[in-house]
């Protein structure tokens, strides 16, 4: 299986009058939006013809990133949300229920570097808009 960890676009912090949206209320910036574009375009050679599967958090710009991944695939690609995916600690248990060739996990810091160390014990910098791929062996 080929794992990639995707950590969601940047993000708009505040809305137009300054406050902060708070975790849950922010989202992904147009800026953020097209940085995804392109770096799936990567993705999408190594992707086309498989059998792809994609979990996200639940929170908006995760799902926002999964739909611009979605998009830029052309793919039908199952999006499974659950609030699971933003623990580390739950990805094995999302692995073992998929037969995909392919899976991407599109979650948050610092569950990302967390699932990567968990993995492959490597310290990884996890910016926002970030692809990490990972063979497992199953």
């Known amino acids: 299986m ?10 708009v912090d505040f809305d137009e009058k300054g406050r902060p949206l708070g975790d849950k209320g922010r989202y992904v910036s147009q800026e953020g939006l097209e940085e995804l574009r392109e770096s799936f375009e990567s993705l999408k050679e190594e992707i086309q013809g ?10 908006y710009r995760t799902r926002q990133t999964a739909k611009v991944l979605q998009e830029v695939l052309g793919l039908p690609v199952e999006v499974k949300t659950f609030k699971e995916v933003t623990q580390a600690f739950y990805l ?7 037969r995909e060739k392919i899976v991407c996990v599109i979650s948050h810091e610092p569950y990302i570097s967390q699932m990567i160390w968990d993995l492959t014990k490597r310290n990884e910098r996890v910016p926002m808009g ?7 062996d199953q």
């Open 50 to 59: 498989e059998e792809c599967r994609i979990f996200t958090s639940p929170y």
């Open 2 to 11: 080929i794992l990639y960890l995707i950590r969601h676009g940047k993000t």
């Open 130 to 136: 970030s692809i990490h791929k990972i063979e497992i």
């Open 92 to 98: 094995k248990e999302c692995l073992d229920e998929v």
